[in-house]
């Protein structure tokens, strides 16, 4: 048995060993590599930028923690922006493991703004959120496509209260927030086809500006949908993450994440190169 | 039980163990319930590499973690739907009674069905929703049949609407974009040459690329015609078009799952062994 056999008949663990030392090595051993910005994730960037304070956004986590490595590092990102900016918050998950998300996010993004920060040379000071004031988690319902219809007539809909159990009546911050109209955009964060409800039912019936933040899976199937114009920025996986948190100027796990992807990539593009070598050599000599 | 099996558990046991209390410990002076948070941090970190042990080969702990999450899954959705839905949205409209028995704020509903008597609207969904239950009766399973009836008919309408306009319309009309651009020079034609920016140049070979790309795609699957000569050599780039979707499409799936490992692995190596900070 030659080389070429070998590489054809080599056991697939030995490639999941191979790209899990890799991975770990690269893990730890930290260094940095640029992170270029691509037009789909900057325009959401900029338009988050554009919004003024008091300004309201919805964010939807539609994502459980399977999605979590691709995911959060954009909703911390795109929401401790928001929160800087001052901008109004709401929160809703219309994936069912989707709260323990974003309560997660909510607590984490709290800490973080406690703390004074400088993005992009300037200075936010810290600042204390409150539920209610700041930011409303609506929670999760099922059906995600009644749900987004519903939310155009009336968040009060879907939600009579808030994921604590306040009716939205009683919340400060959705005082004369009756539905998309007073929103200035949403950006869904989903690992499944939530995106495609918020396109179809959402921007498609209630025409707002939507973006959308989803796994790296299904990150083709979408591009379509911004060349049409039905969604205004597009961030694909981990890469889309690492370029929000690198325009933001707020690096976390997304740009960490970035070098490990660079190497383990390269191992697995020339276990490709080696097995399609492997495989023509030993047709050809088949062949002979 | 084979005997090498009973190490294997009473290793896995003392690890997990040690796991647990250097993990309380190290937690100690950060909360009050560093104990639990330890057991849960040292938890979810075997069920990590309980599932991740499958990539040697299957093994029973592998289908212990694969269990527990499909009937802790499950659980989690009954309940979740009970008191989001039913407890959330149907109980506060219904009654001033078992809202306060639910403890959840009664809401004099504004956005009621005006067609039907008051509230009278809210008990359709619920009587659908006992039917669909009514499939665990043998004999009268077939009521399930109406309420699915339902939703089928209702999610094929909503489905139509939804393709109609954001999948067919708004994507037909999207490939209708200009070939030729307006000639003001060499220097504007071939200004920002590069693939994210928006120069002449760029903009027209992209609209090109949709361009060729539809038709030729749209022809490999029109099977009424042999595919031969133009219209063969069309199917050809269609195809080829295809593969190229399918590559990138391909490429994002390895990225996402190696994004998925890396986020496993800060677990791992960040809040569970605090190697790194």
Known sequence: MNIFDRMMSLDRRWVFLFVALVCVITYLIPFSIKINITPEVKSIYDHVESLKAGDYILLAIDYDPNALAELHPMTYAIAEQAFRKELKVIFVTLSQNGPGMADQAIRDISDSLRLEKTYNGITYPARQLINGKDYVFLGYKPYPALVILGMGQNFRLPFPSDYYGTPLDSIPMMKGVLNYDQIKCVIDFAAGNVADMWISYGQGRYNFPLALGMTGVMGADYYPYLNSGQVFGLMGGLLGAAQYESLADNPGPAIDGMRIQLYAHIVIILFILMGNIGFLVTRRKKQV | ?277
């Open chain 2, 1 to 277: 039980m084979s005997r090498t099996m009973i190490i294997l558990l009473a290793l896995v046991a003392i690890v997990f163990a040690v796991s647990w209390a250097a993990k309380s410990a190290s937690l100690d002076d950060q909360y009050d319930d560093y104990i639990s948070r330890g057991f849960l941090i040292t938890l979810a970190a075997f069920l990590t590499l309980s599932i991740l042990s499958f990539l040697y080969k299957d093994n029973p702990f592998y289908k212990f973690a694969e269990h527990l999450f499909v009937g802790v899954s499950a659980a989690y959705w009954m309940s979740l739907g009970f008191w989001s839905t039913i407890v959330g949205n149907l109980i506060p409209r219904l009654s001033v009674t078992l809202s306060a028995f639910f403890k959840v704020p009664h809401i004099e509903d504004e956005y009621a069905l005006y067609i039907l008597p008051d509230k009278v609207s809210y008990f359709i969904p619920v009587v659908l929703g006992i039917l669909l239950l009514m499939r665990l009766s043998k004999k009268a399973g077939w009521i399930s049949s109406w309420p699915l009836a339902f939703i089928v008919g209702t999610t094929a309408g909503l489905n139509l609407v939804r393709y109609l306009r954001s999948d067919f319309i708004e994507q037909v009309s999207s490939t209708f974009v200009p070939l030729l651009v307006d000639w003001q020079g060499t220097g504007r034609f071939f200004s920002d040459f590069n693939l994210y920016a928006y120069g002449q140049f760029v903009t027209m070979l992209g609209n090109w690329v949709i361009f060729i790309g539809v038709l030729c795609g749209l022809v490999y699957f029109f099977f009424s015609k042999e595919h031969k000569g133009i219209f063969g050599g069309a199917s050809r780039v269609g195809i080829w078009v295809l593969m190229i979707t399918f590559g990138a499409s391909f490429g994002y799936t390895v990225m996402g799952r190696i994004s998925l490992l890396v986020g496993r692995l800060t677990f791992l190596f960040h809040d569970w062994l605090e190697l790194i900070g």
